[in-house]
């Protein structure tokens, strides 16, 4: 069969470039490898048939329909594009007459950036008397895109693209980068040696080391001291088949994935950050996902907007920009299309709506692009939240190659983006974007930090709340799991208030004017809980009388709440030097005290450790936290509700957060 396949196709390409083909004396491998190109070739799968005939022509670099098949499929491989132009300026040298040379080398110029010899080269292939009136349009449209790129080329601005490197870029491809809106968190799609799900023949849907293509996966990489870290998978989101990542929210706790399900029609999940890795995903409800293909959305930074992209019936043409609106059952629906002023009849892809909470970014492919996919950047008009005037970002960033999948921080000045460009550590690898925009920079109030409890990270609830509203809530999130931070992007024009509340600690709250802010505006705010330390004010000592713990009952009930939660998880640990003991009352210059009520719980005992105070102990000391809290409350039930803990090491007074730091408590 696959031979049949060969002659017919053979046969085919020899009339059209007027030369013969002698495969007789080809390799069985051979043809089976052009059976097997020609078959992707057909099927319009080029980057598949690529490698087939790449390694056909190098066998037999003279045959001439090997050489313009491969210099046809190499212009859908941007690392490619140089081979491109020279294989097929050999074609078209030797016969001019080659169906659609003269188009297809206007594409090669024009990804070579050669546009004056591109702009000839397609008005040359529209006057040919033998170009079919139906290929026309897209000759037209190819030279709109010249044009574009030729003039966006000849005013660039300030930007500068740098390449991340290693460790993130590797020789395999790195795609779809999402970060966190300070740039502490990259993620994003993998294809390589690495996923998990190896390599796809996905003409035949089977496995195939050989002639595949790796199967995609979602890596993370964090920032240390300003470098990428090693990145890692993501084992709870990857699986053998496709996943990919496509956004994160502006806080960096909800991500974003896209997967094709059993009909082959893709879908979009979400995953939550679960202490240093993130959930298992699962499909978002509600009506953004439908039998149509959902590839792309972007969180805004009050979580209450998702903005996304679909090619179901309705829209305009190819994929349309829509967003959708939280309900109050927690799923997504009011769909809207944000209409003709972003959406084409082209494709429109990748929205990424900024943490200002009003700058859009987006792909297109339409006629306002210099080759394939261009950023395009549009600003909501707040008195309707409508998006009416959008502006190309501009060469280098938009190039005659595709441009997509590109991702701002909060403060405006660092982007990030993909390419298969030139110069890089692989085929497609992860660019920084120094913006150096002509146009307005984001403004916004970036508050940030991180809630402890005694100096441990905790996971807070941060409610936000629109004080010039009427208190209106913007939103209400948690600190990141295992390290306590946060970060939150509030637009401007409005007085807010943060509430931060943790178990029941009295909570804290801070308000801050946005109103008048005319630029990206940052504030650190750490947020300290912590329960009061084991000891008694000087204030309260009154010589020869009780110092009553009672003098602050709210005080001795935090404390005695900090010892139950330093118990659990510390109370059986044991050291040389360490012991506890149960103090019940302290006295300045003691004389006479008694504590029937106590009686039958312990022998009482004086505590004396140099600071003219003395304190009152019972039933000796404990070696172990538990055990002390254990009699501790055994006193408190017999009327001494004041009564704590006290620890001590090697003969010295400590804070149990002191033995945390000492290592003692681990």
């Not at 206007?106 to 006057?127: G, I, P, S, T």
């Amino acid at each position: 069969m696959k031979r049949i396949i060969i002659l017919l196709l053979v046969q085919f390409f020899s009339v059209v470039y007027s030369q013969t083909t002698n495969t007789r004396n080809w390799r069985k491998t051979e043809k089976d490898s052009m059976a097997n190109a020609f078959l992707l070739y057909e099927e319009k799968n080029y980057k598949m048939a690529l490698p087939y005939f790449e390694n056909i022509h190098k066998g037999h670099p003279k045959e001439e329909f090997v050489k313009y098949v491969y210099g046809k499929t190499a212009l859908y491989r941007s690392d490619k594009y140089e081979e491109a132009l020279n294989m097929l300026q050999q074609i078209y040298a030797k016969n001019p007459k080659v169906d659609l040379i003269e188009y297809d080398l206007a594409r090669a110029l024009h990804y070579n950036y050669k546009f004056d010899e591109a702009l000839e080269m397609v008005d040359r292939f529209m006057a040919n008397k033998r170009t079919r009136l139906e290929d026309k349009p897209a000759a037209e449209f190819l030279k709109q895109y010249i044009l574009n790129a030729k003039y966006y080329n000849s005013i660039p601005t300030q930007a500068k693209i740098t390449n991340i490197g290693k460790p993130v870029n590797s020789p395999d491809e790195e795609y779809v980068p999402t970060i966190s809106a300070d740039e502490s968190m990259l993620i994003y799609t993998y294809t390589g040696p690495k996923s998990k799900g190896g390599k796809i023949n996905e003409t035949i849907m089977a496995p195939d080391s050989i002639n595949g293509i790796y199967m995609e996966d979602v890596f993370m990489s964090i920032k240390a001291n300003d470098e990428w870290q090693a990145p890692v998978p993501l084992d709870n989101i990857n699986t053998k088949s496709h996943d990919a990542a496509i956004s994160l929210s502006q806080d960096g706790q909800v991500l974003y994935i896209y997967r094709d399900d059993a009909e082959g029609h893709g879908d979009i999940y979400e995953s939550a950050l679960t202490g240093e890795t993130f959930s298992f995903p699962l499909k978002l409800k509600g009506e953004i996902n439908t039998i149509y293909q959902e590839g792309h959305c972007s969180l805004s930074p009050d979580g209450k907007t998702l903005y996304f992209t679909s090619d179901r019936p309705g829209g305009f043409g190819g994929r349309d920009i829509y967003k959708a609106q939280l309900l109050s059952d927690s799923t997504w629906g009011k769909i809207v299309n944000l209409g003709d002023s972003i959406n084409t009849k082209y494709d429109e892809d990748s929205p990424f709506i900024h943490p200002d909470g009003s700058s859009l970014f987006y792909s297109s492919n339409g006629p306002k692009s210099s080759g394939g996919f261009d950023i395009f950047r549009a600003y909501m008009d707040l008195s309707d939240s409508t998006f009416k005037k959008t502006e190309n970002l501009g060469f280098p960033i938009n190039t005659p190659d595709d441009d997509i999948y590109f991702v701002l921080a909060a403060n405006g000045s660092r982007g990030y983006y993909s390419s298969g460009k030139a110069g890089g550590e692989g085929l497609k690898d992860i660019y920084l974007v120094e913006t150096g925009f002509d146009a307005k920079k984001p403004v916004l109030l970036f508050v940030k930090g991180k809630v402890t409890f005694d100096s441990i990270p905790v996971e807070s609830v941060i409610k936000v709340e629109i004080t010039s509203k009427n208190n209106a809530v913007f939103n209400t999130l948690k600190t990141i799991p295992g390290t306590g931070n946060y970060m939150i992007s509030l637009p401007p024009g409005q007085s807010y208030k943060i509430t931060y509340a943790y178990k029941d600690e009295k909570p804290k709250t801070f308000e801050f004017d946005a109103s008048q802010i005319t630029a990206y505006t940052e504030k650190i705010v750490d947020i300290k809980f912590a329960t009061p330390v084991d000891t008694i004010p000087v204030a309260a000592v009154v010589p020869g009388k009780p110092l009553p713990n009672e003098f602050d009952k709210e005080a001795i009930t935090l404390l005695q709440k900090k010892i139950s939660k330093y118990s659990s998880a510390y109370g059986k640990i044991s050291a040389e030097g360490l012991e506890f003991k149960v103090q019940v009352a302290a006295f300045k210059n003691p004389k006479n005290y008694k504590f029937k009520h106590l009686k039958g719980l312990g022998k009482i005992d004086k505590l004396i450790l140099g600071d003219g105070i003395t304190r009152i102990t019972i039933n000796g000391s404990f070696n172990t936290l538990e055990k002390a809290w254990i009699h501790n409350k055994k006193v408190i039930r017999a009327g001494q509700d004041d009564a704590f803990v006290t620890a001590l090491y090697q003969g010295k007074r400590v804070y149990l957060e002191e033995l945390v730091k000492m290592g003692i408590f681990k």
